[in-house]
């Protein structure tokens, strides 16, 4: 299988909800591989080097106050093209515009609380990664289920 990787992170108001299990529970069924995961608080100076490209919106110190509100769960995920169909799981960024069977559209109800962050291209991906995983919390293992998921 194809090493690309996508960060995914459930926000403050996916884990309060207690929607870590389901949401995790989605990524493995489908085939993808966990490779780093971990919960973590972080600053709103984290919290504005994620989001920094925006910066100029006027959501902006809104959403990063948001996500530094309490715990995030930081994921990294692999397997082939999990970066779009990452996104295509997550559905739409307002909940209200979100496909049934997708995350945001069946666990969310509005654009402020979209319960999970996912990268939405490579070099997103690539600078996500690095931002919240040192190179050593990234870990390379064969999974059992591969020869099944990929043939
Ligand atoms: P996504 O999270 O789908 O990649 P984005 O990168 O455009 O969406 O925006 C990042 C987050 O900012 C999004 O998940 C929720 C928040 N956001 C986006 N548009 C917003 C808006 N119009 N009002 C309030 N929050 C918004
Ligand atoms: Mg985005």
Redesign the pocket.
């Known amino acids: 299988a194809e090493l690309e990787r996508t960060f995914i992170a459930i926000k403050p108001d996916g884990v309060q909800r207690g929607l870590i299990s389901e949401i995790v529970s989605r990524f493995e069924r489908k085939g993808f591989k966990l490779v780093a995961i971990k919960l973590v608080v972080p600053s709103k100076e984290f919290a504005q080097k994620h ?1 920094h ?2 910066k100029e ?3 902006f110190s ?2 990063c106050d948001f996500l530094s509100s309490g715990p995030v769960l930081a994921m990294v995920w692999e397997g082939e093209g999990v970066i779009k169909y990452g ?1 295509k799981m ?1 559905g ?3 909940p209200a515009k979100s496909e049934p069977g997708t995350i945001r559209g069946d666990l969310a109800v509005v ?2 609380r ?1 319960i ?3 990268s ?1 291209g490579p070099e997103t991906a690539k600078d996500e990664i690095a931002l919240w995983f040192t190179p050593k919390e990234l870990v390379s293992y064969t999974s059992n289920e591969e020869k099944w998921v990929y043939g």
């Open positions: 989001y490209d925006l919106r006027p959501f809104g959403l996104r997550i739409a960024t307002d654009v402020g979209n999970i962050h996912g939405d």
